[in-house]
């Protein structure tokens, strides 16, 4: 059963595991299930989703109940009206507050604007020797994508050097290899934890959190950092 988070006539939001793909895609490849055929079964009614997150991302997923409110949440989205906030740990130590911005090439081979805003909430150094180094450094932020770039988190922390712990196409695979061998842990520490936006009948201001879930815990309980917050 899919946790639902928020749910009315309109709307209904979802704290998407990570794994799970939201629906069919050329570029994520095929799955037994998916999201949006899950969360149909569980409700008994056809769902839109309004917008995507990777596979490995978990997190706030938010969907429509008919196409005119699809529409309207579209619109909000391309407007960039919708403040979309995620967790994730990352290798090293970075700036304590940093705007990236930094052009991105789409999956089509097209070059788009992109720009993420991310504050350092704690900082870990644990007794984890890596190549030369005797320890290893981490630390937790909460990225703010100013745009919607196709994997944008990923790639605009793999370009200052600060890669997400756990992800391996715009990661640091000898790191994630560490970790899997150290700690049996292979989860691409990424999670959508809050979406605010305006309700598209009455206007009102929504804010949706989703927990982390026990895997991103376990690292951050190895880390010593104090998550207490988003579970």
Known sequence: MLEILYRDEHLIAINKPSGLLVHKSFYSGE????????????????VFPVHRLDRKTSGVLLFTLDK?????????????QVEKKYLAILRGWTKEEETIDYDLVNEN???QNAITYYQ??????????FLQHKTSRYCLVEAIPKTGRFHQLRKHFKHILHPILGCRK?????QNKLWLQTFGINKMTLHAHQLIFNHPIS????????????????VGDILNFDLNSYS
Do not use: W
Request: proline residues 2%; glycine residues 4%; charged residues 35%.
């Open 120 to 129: 350092r909430l704690q900082t870990s150094e644990i007794d984890l020797p």
């Open 68 to 80: 005119e409110t699809l529409r309207t949440m579209n619109d909000q989205f391309a407007t960039r």
């Open 31 to 46: 799955a037994d299930t998916y999201a949006i055929q899950e969360l149909k079964k569980q409700i008994g009614q056809k």
């Open 203 to 218: 206007n009102e201001r929504i804010t949706v959190n989703a927990t982390i879930d026990d895997e991103f815990k376990k």
């Open 170 to 174: 715009h990661g640091c695979n000898k």
């Open 109 to 111: 081979e097209i070059k």
